[in-house]
Each structure stands twice: as C-alpha cells, then as structure tokens.
C-alpha cells in the first residue's frame, strides 16, 4: 500500500469504471472514520450531482424510531453491526445515490465487498488530532462515550485505516476547509477524472 502524500489517489479500477457515465448514473459511496464529514459532504455532493442521499445511520435510526445510542444500549455493538449490515444491503441495492456510511461498516469483510461493487468507494481521510477536536463534545456516539477519547480514536484508527485504504477508489483528505468546499473538491475531482485530466496521480491498490 502506498504512503499517502497528495490529496487524493485514485485506482485504476476507478478509472475504468468513471469511462463510463459516472455523473449520470453511478453510487458514490462515501467511507472513514467518525467525523471526516460523510454525512455532510455527502450530502452537498449529492445536491451538486443530482443524486439522493442517503446516511445509513439516518436511516436506522427513521427506520427503527430510536438513536444510535439506543441501539447499542439494548442490542449492544453486535446487535447494531448486524442492523447496519443490514440496512447498507438496502442501500446498496440502489442505484444514482450517494451512501454516507458509518465509520466501523469497514469492520466486516462481507461489508467491505458490499460497497465495493456497489459503487465507486471515496474514503475521507482526516487526522487524529482534528478527529478529536471536531467530536470534543459529541455525545452521541456510543463508542466515544469514555474519558479517554484519544487512545478510542487511535486504537480506532490503527485497526480501520488499512481497511479503508483497501476498498478505496478515490482518497481524499478531509477536514482542512469547509464543507462547502469539500464537497466541490470531491466534485471536480470526479469530473476532472472522467474528463481525463486529474491532477491527481492514479494508484493501483494492491
Ligand atoms: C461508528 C460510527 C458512527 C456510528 C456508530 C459507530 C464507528 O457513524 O455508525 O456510532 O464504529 O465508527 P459516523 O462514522 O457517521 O460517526
């Protein structure tokens, strides 16, 4: 796996499939840790494509009319995997959307190998140090609720990372300028690889 040193990365299998139309048609399947801003960037990106949004933890919680924390209080962190699981294959099964996902998704294999094939996977990379300060104060995600928020973002970060990396297609650093403009970033970049000409360098992930 290649060090991460630009902005984005692309794979060759990205490539192939942006020649076909991309913007017209494709999922775009937003992956990363809590708070790089799926749901968020998704969200304008969406608008600017003219695709649905969806956030599976959104739909969970309409789905079953209760917080993420509830779910995890009642079926604990297992139970919650097993409903996400479930409710990415819904979304999965769409077509012309773009699926923000929740941060642990990547934990399962049988995940990882459900949002490669539906759709064109953009990891939002982001640093500890702006993960933390970003959910200083969140209160509601069930894993963060502990004294030691570093050490839990950390220990998330070593076991989840290389699985981001290894279903990405595209890698984009988060987090340092607004929403707004990341979501015109991710947005030109797409545009540009399917035009041909990305500034980006193309890497085939192993
Ligand atoms: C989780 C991330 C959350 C949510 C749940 C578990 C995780 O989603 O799915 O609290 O394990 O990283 P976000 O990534 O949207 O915060």
């Known amino acids: 796996m290649p060090a991460i040193r ?3 990365f692309w794979s060759i299998d990205a490539v192939n499939r942006l020649k076909q139309p991309l913007l017209a048609n494709q999922n775009l399947i937003l992956i990363g840790p809590m708070g790089s801003g799926k749901s968020t960037i998704g969200k304008r990106l ?4 003219g695709k649905q949004f969806f956030d599976c933890d959104q739909q969970l919680e309409q789905h079953l009319n209760v917080d993420i924390g509830t779910i995890f209080d009642i ?7 097993q409903r996400e699981h479930d409710m ?11 699926i923000a996902t929740g941060g642990g998704c990547v934990l399962r294999e049988d995940n990882r190998r459900l949002l490669q ?3 064109l996977v ?5 640093t500890l140090e702006r993960q933390l300060h970003r959910l200083s104060r969140d209160k509601t995600r069930p894993l963060l609720q502990a004294p030691d928020r570093w050490q839990r973002l950390q220990k998330m970060a070593t076991e989840r990372e290389p699985l981001y990396a ?18 015109a970033r991710v947005h030109r970049l797409l545009q540009q ?5 990305a500034v980006a360098p193309v890497v085939q992930h192993d």
């Open 46 to 49: 969406a608008a600017r494509l």
């Open 122 to 126: 953009i990891y939002l990379r982001i």
């Open 6 to 8: 630009h902005n984005a």
């Open 75 to 81: 079926e604990g962190e297992q139970g919650f995997r």
């Open 88 to 98: 990415l294959t819904t979304l999965c099964a769409m077509s012309n959307v773009v």
């Open 166 to 183: 290894a279903i990405a297609d595209m890698e984009v650093d988060s987090g340092d300028c607004s929403v707004a403009k990341m979501a």
């Open 117 to 119: 094939s539906a759709g």
């Open 193 to 197: 690889q399917q035009a041909g000409s």
